[in-house]
């Protein structure tokens, strides 16, 4: 694993930008914005399984792997890697829920994935039951239940993070069980599950200390056109934009009209 996340960190310094703004071409560079929702990215809607934007029809019973069509990224802060989802470096197939059951341990970050929305994340905790946020409420839930027909994986290594224990990711998780709105500081399924699996206070809203000198830089790679690099102040603003793009393509259109 070591030897992968070199090979990824290193493939990508090629394409990094320098903390120089003028090292990068006028055409590549995109400030990324912030963009504030209340629950967009936690509604589970009650969609079929053909409507989650899967390269085939598929049926619930179906166990998988399958692909998905999904806009894949790499993220860094400075020059490390902190974030990686490009299928040339791992696998990045679904499963049913049932079959990703029986792959799961305690403490897993899960993604679930669907057409037009943002992946929703959970931590799995055992028989069947995650914990997450959902509504602006962390709850706990059957992953069955919460799937609707929807499709999965393990996202342990999606960031570059040195992981927590399982027993502290777990004691993350359901200490915040019953938490709702006005208590909750976290913006996203997301930055939960991934605060309760890292413990950084950067998923947090509001949790990172803004310099001029750190910058988060995300590199979206759109087939066809390249990768268009996104520069944010904030690893909470990133995020936001990331699965906002995934809902909704729109940076796909703004920056390919950009473009000569």
Not at 61 to 85: D, L, N, R, T
Not at 108 to 133: G, K, T
Not at 166 to 182: F, I, K, T, W, Y
Not at 213 to 227: A, D, I, P, R, T
């Amino acid at each position: 694993m070591g030897n992968q996340l070199d090979r990824i960190t290193h493939l990508n310094y090629s394409e990094l930008p320098t903390g120089d703004p003028s090292g990068l071409e006028k055409d590549e560079l995109r400030v990324g914005v912030a963009y504030f929702f209340s629950d967009e990215e936690e509604e589970v809607e009650d969609r079929t399984p053909s409507d989650c934007g899967f390269t085939k029809d598929l049926s619930p019973a179906e166990e998988g792997p399958f692909s998905v069509s999904e806009v894949e990224y790499s993220a860094f802060c400075s020059q490390e890697c902190i974030f990686s989802k490009l299928r040339e470096n791992e696998d990045l197939n679904v499963y049913a829920a049932k079959t990703l059951l029986t792959m799961c341990k305690p403490g897993d970050l899960l993604e679930l994935v669907a057409a037009a929305q943002p992946p929703h994340w959970v931590i799995y905790e055992q028989d069947d039951r995650v914990i997450h946020l959902h509504k602006g409420e962390i709850r706990k839930d059957s992953l069955l239940e919460i799937s609707n027909g929807r499709h999965g994986r393990i996202a342990n290594n999606r960031y570059r993070y040195r992981p927590l224990p399982p027993d502290l990711v777990m004691q993350n998780a359901a200490g915040h069980l019953g938490l709702r709105s006005e208590e909750i500081c976290w913006t996203n399924s997301e930055s939960f599950a991934a605060w309760c699996r890292f413990g950084k206070r950067e998923f947090k809203a509001g949790g990172e200390a803004h310099s001029a000198e750190q910058q988060y830089f995300l590199k979206v790679h759109l087939s066809g056109s390249g990768v268009h690099t996104l520069v944010f102040r904030s690893l909470e603003d990133m995020i936001r934009e990331r699965r906002r793009v995934d809902a909704s393509g729109i940076l796909k259109e703004l920056v390919t009209g950009g473009q000569p």
